[in-house]
């Protein structure tokens, strides 16, 4: 997956995994992702684990990046809340083609947070994000 981003990894600083240090976004529009849990279209959290419930979430956020113009590959920042951390360190495999059948090869600047709860009790993980809709000479873009 490309970007219209810049993705920046200094050489002084450890090799991400999973993720980018920084990320130049390129000029456009802002969207703005409010928390997205693994809920349904009812809101209803029926998975248990979190890889599943991180599956649902994410594309939660695929779903309302694409409402509003968006595309996956133009995340520019992404924050995770889990209340299970050592679950998501002990499912990286797993998470990780979660996040890949999501967001493909795409890393932007990101954290992950443990938290003790999230507002729905069953939610084990909430996942906002940010991205910029790359502003393209004009007739680049459908």
Excluded: W
């Excluded at 969207?31 to 009812?42: E, L, T």
């Excluded at 209803?44 to 979190?50: D, F, K, P, Q, Y």
């Amino acid at each position: 997956m490309t970007t219209p981003h810049l993705l920046v990894n200094p050489p002084d600083l450890a090799s991400p995994v999973g993720y980018s240090h920084a990320v130049v976004s390129a000029p456009g529009r802002t969207v703005h992702v409010a928390g997205q849990i693994g809920g349904d279209a009812d809101g209803r959290v029926t998975e248990t684990t979190l890889a599943a419930q991180l599956d649902v979430a994410l594309g939660n956020v695929v779903a309302a990046l694409a409402a509003a113009g968006a595309a996956p590959d133009e995340v520019v920042t992404m924050q995770l809340y889990t209340t299970v951390m050592d679950e998501y360190r002990n499912n990286l495999a797993e998470i990780g083609r979660v996040y890949r059948r999501h967001l493909g090869r795409h890393f932007p600047a990101m954290a992950l947070v443990g938290v003790t709860e999230l507002v729905v009790p069953e939610a084990k993980v909430e996942v906002l994000a940010t991205a910029v809709i790359a502003a393209d000479p004009p007739g680049t873009r459908g």
